[in-house]
C-alpha cells in the first residue's frame, strides 16, 4: 500500500501540488511526503506558486539555510584552492591524509589520538592552515584510572603549547568497564578548535574532494561530503 501512496504523492507534487494539499489526499505524515517528494523537479511556474502559498516564517527559514548553504559551498570551494595552493607541500598533504584517517567528520573540527607526535603534528597543522592559535584550541583527554589527570593535563599542555585552562574534564576509564587492557600511559588526547570549525571541516572535505579528483579521477560532488539544507536555493559559483 505504501509504494501506492508514494507514487500518488510523487505524481501530485510532479503538478505543482503542496505538501499540505497532498496530505488531503494521502494519508501518511507531512515528513514522509516530504522525504518522498524530495528531489521531485518543479517548473519555474510550480515554484511561484508554492512561494506564494508559503506563510512569511517558511520564506524566512529558506532565506537563512540559502545563506548557510551559500557559505558552506564557498568553504567547500576554498578547500579546494587550498589544496591546488600546497598539493607540492609534504606538510599539507601529510596533515590532510591524517584528517582523513583519523578527523571526525560530523559538525566541526576534531581529531583524535594517542601519539604525541601525531597530535603535536595535527596542532601545527591548524594553526598554520586554519588560521587558529594554541589559545583557540581545546584539549579532551581520556585516561585511565588511577593516571594522575593534572599531572597529564600538565604533560600534553607543555608539548603542545596549549594553556591548561582549555582543557576539558577528562574522561577517566575505570576498571572493569569492558575497555581494552592495554593502557596509553599519556592518555588519548581529542583537539578541538573553535574559530570557525564546522567551515573549517567543510573546507577540509574540499580539499580532499580535489586530492581525489587529482589521484582517482572522482568526479566531485559537493553533496557527498556536505548534505544540502532541504529549503536552500541552489548555489550559484561567481
Known sequence: RHWKYRERARNLRSQGWSYNEILNEVPVAKSTISLWCRGVPLTCEQQKRLQEKRPQTMRGIEAIQTLFWRRRCEAFDQGRSMYKKYRQTNFFVGGLMLYWAEGNKQKAVAFANSDSRVIRYMIKWFCRYFGVSV????????????????????????????????????????????????????????????????????????????????????KISMTDWIPRLPYAKEYTRR
Open 135 to 218: 589559545n583557540e584550541i581545546s584539549l579532551h583527554l581520556h585516561l585511565h584510572s588511577g593516571q594522575d589527570e593534572e599531572k597529564m593535563k600538565d604533560y600534553w599542555s607543555q608539548l603542545t603549547g596549549v594553556p591548561v585552562q582549555n582543557f576539558y574534564k577528562s574522561f577517566i576509564k575505570q576498571e572493569g568497564s569492558g575497555y581494552r587492557k592495554n593502557v596509553l600511559y599519556n592518555g588519548t588526547v581529542k583537539i578541538q578548535i573553535h574559530r570557525e570549525s564546522t567551515y573549517s571541516l567543510f573546507k577540509i572535505f574540499g580539499a580532499l574532494a580535489e586530492y581525489l579528483s587529482e589521484s582517482i579521477d572522482e
